[in-house]
């Protein structure tokens, strides 16, 4: 689990809508650049290694991509 430390993270979720009703299909954790390139920063709140710094835009269009490799299907 990662610790906030001095705003060093925010979560991005991915919300999707069907005639069914709505859910989240995915969220990401966003890392700014600054947190990404400090170790001792990432280590001391910390932030797993596979978290790398990605842009929110970057992040929203991969969790599409994530939910349907887990069988998330299309409505």
């Given at each position: 689990?990662?610790?906030?430390s ?55 269009c ?14």
């Open positions: 689990m990662v610790r906030q001095r705003r060093c993270w925010r979560w991005r979720a991915r919300p999707t809508a069907t005639r069914a009703g709505n859910t989240l299909i995915g969220h990401r954790l966003f890392l700014p650049g600054a947190w990404a390139a400090d170790e001792e920063r990432r280590e001391l709140s910390g932030v797993p290694e596979e978290v790398m710094f990605a842009t929110k835009p970057q992040l929203a991969e969790m599409p991509t994530h939910a349907r490799e887990r069988g998330v299907l299309r409505a």
